[in-house]
Structures are given as C-alpha cells and as structure tokens.
T-cell receptor, first 114, second 115 residues
Framework: DTAVSQTPKYLVTQMGNDKSIKCEQN?????MYWYKQDSKKFLKIMFS???????INETVPNRFSPKSPDKAHLNLHINSLELGDSAVYFCASRRDALNTGELFFGEGSRLTVL | KNQVEQSPQSLIILEGKNCTLQCNYTVSPFSNLRWYKQDTGRGPVSLTI?????NTKSNGRYTATLDADTKQSSLHITASQLSDSASYIC??????????????FGRGTQLTVWP
C-alpha cells in the first residue's frame, strides 16, 4: 500500500496550458510538501502545509497554487505553463513540522512543457 | 547562511569496491542530518539519521559518521553492488526559532557502480 502517492506520473503539455498534480498520503502525517527537482537533480522546496495551513511558501511564481482540502491531500495547480516549469515534482510528507521527522516522498511527477 | 555541500558531485566505482561520500554543512543550530538514497525515476528514501550525540551509525553496508564540531558527515558504502547506483542526498534539519524543522538539502552525489 503506497504511503505517498502522486498522479499523474508523467505529464506532457503545451506552453500556456493549466495543469494539476495530485498528492495523497495515508501515513496520518500532519505536514506535506511540494519539491521541484531540476535537471541537475537538486531538490528545491516550493510549499509546505501543516494541518491544511500553509507554513512555507518559497519564492515561487504565483502561477503555482497549492491546495490542501484536508491534511492527507496536497494538490498543485499550475497556470500558464512555461518551458522552465519542466521538471520532476515530488510530493512528500512528514509526521509533523518539527525537526526529527523523516520525509516520505512520492514517486515524482515528470512534467514536460513543449 | 545555512548551506549543505556534498562531494564529490559524481563518482564511478567498480562493483565490490568501497566508497565514501562527504557532506559539509553550515546549518545552525543543528538538529539532525539524514542521508537519503534516490534511485533513478523514484523518490528519495531515508537511509539513516544522525543526531548531535551520534558519531557513527550503520545500516547494513552503509555506515554514516558525524563530526558535529567540524560540521561534517560521511556515508561509507562497503562492498558496493550494482543496486547502489543512485543519487545520495544529505539533508540537515535546523533546530530552533524561525528555522525550527527547516530542512536544508545538498545537491547530491551521483554514484554509479560498474560491473
């Protein structure tokens, strides 16, 4: 039974389109994250939610809008897609936002913008 | 500035050989350090956690060390296998104040094991 699942795994779309990536965790964790992994494999934090509340919002264009309907779900909607948005997006969860919890990652969603 | 630096950026070794990956950090105040393994096309998975009081910890063929004075950690892989080919990412957690629970990522070391 997958702990952190995200869909779709692959997404190919045209510039200017709007797309969403969904994430769900069944670990009972309070904190969820979205990370962007570029072509050089660096994982960069985008957003973090704790119990449905936004706690981290890095300098991400406001074309990116996260939504957390409940603490088990964190979705990412992207408007007006640009070529530079092509990357692998990882959802992750942690027991809570404090310092000892292990991050559990999803399998990633590879977004390709043409 | 809180940073995590990993070296080497990439490494190629022959199957059966040992290797050591390095992680230096400037994160303060320090809480803990984790090594994650990321296989190609998969999400990262935690290998081990090192806290301030721990010097060495083993997980099978993986042995992590931590020197909190010099702010360095290493991950030693013994008798490498083809399945060890992956990216190894060092992640440091901050401890107090506005940085409580904040995570700092290294850029990873890409390890390739050849038969």
């Amino acid at each position: 039974d997958t702990a952190v699942s995200q869909t779709p795994k692959y997404l190919v779309t045209q510039m200017g389109n709007d797309k969403s990536i969904k994430c769900e965790q069944n670990l009972g964790h309070d904190t969820m994250y979205w990370y962007k992994q570029d072509s050089k494999k660096f994982l960069k934090i985008m957003f973090s939610y704790n119990n449905k509340e936004l706690i981290i919002n890095e300098t991400v264009p406001n074309r990116f809008s996260p939504k957390s309907p409940d603490k088990a779900h964190l979705n990412l909607h992207i408007n007006s897609l640009e070529l530079g948005d092509s990357a692998v997006y990882f959802c992750a969860s942690r027991r809570d936002a404090l310092n000892t919890g292990e991050l559990f990652f999803g399998e990633g969603s590879r977004l390709t913008v043409l | 500035k809180n940073q995590v630096e990993q070296s080497p950026q990439s490494l190629i070794i022959l199957e059966g050989k040992n290797c050591t990956l390095q992680c230096n950090y400037t994160v303060s105040p320090f809480s803990n350090l984790r090594w994650y393994k990321q296989d190609t096309g998969r999400g990262p998975v935690s290998l081990t956690i090192m806290t301030f009081s721990e010097n060495t910890k083993s997980n099978g063929r993986y042995t992590a060390t931590l020197d909190a004075d010099t702010k360095q950690s290493s991950l030693h892989i013994t008798a490498s296998q083809l399945s060890d080919s992956a990216s190894y990412i060092c992640v440091v957690s901050a401890d107090r104040g506005s940085t409580l629970g904040r995570l700092y990522f290294g850029r990873g070391t890409q390890l390739t094991v050849w038969p």
